[in-house]
């Protein structure tokens, strides 16, 4: 029987509190950053970072984005990631702030933000990714060899 590797995604999500982001600097370089995330009920991902970070920078100047949501708390060589390519977008409409700051509040266990940090003048700002495409990993074998193969999947 084979696994739902769809539900399988969306309970990695809904478990793993860091994601890493992968940018691209304005100079063609790329940047990889992990940070604190959640998701909505349409597995739209959201996460907050200093408005003048490299991340905010290459989002500015590109949007696109590739996501890794890892389960690394299993035993080594049973590990599950999602990969979603998608697109970042900052959140500026004060009612959507205040509804994805109480969506990830409740995530984070000490030492989150306060409100007053999100307006328009606080030093973090909060962003939507929105998945454009998506997979898990799962091995493979090629001339009997144990490979890591990514099948694309539904979230």
Excluded at 19 to 36: H, L
Aim: net charge negative; charged share 25%.
């Amino acid at each position: 029987m084979s696994k739902d590797l769809s539900k399988r995604a969306k309970e990695i999500i809904e478990q793993i509190k860091y994601i890493t982001i992968a940018s691209v600097t304005p100079a063609g370089e790329p940047w990889n950053s992990p940070v604190f995330g959640g998701y909505d009920e349409n597995y739209n991902l959201y996460f907050g970072t200093y408005r003048k970070s490299q991340k905010a920078k290459n989002i500015e100047a590109n949007n696109k984005v590739f996501v890794v949501i890892y389960d690394s708390t299993v035993q080594p060589g049973t590990g599950e990631g999602v990969y979603i390519k998608g697109k970042a977008f900052p959140l500026t409409n004060p009612e959507e702030i205040k509804r994805v700051y109480d969506l990830l509040k409740p995530r984070h266990d000490d030492h989150f933000w306060e409100f007053e940090a999100l307006d328009g003048t606080g030093p973090i700002r909060l962003y939507k990714i929105v998945p454009e495409q998506a997979w898990m990993n799962g091995d493979g074998k090629d001339s009997g060899y144990c490979v890591d193969i990514r099948t694309e999947i539904n979230l």
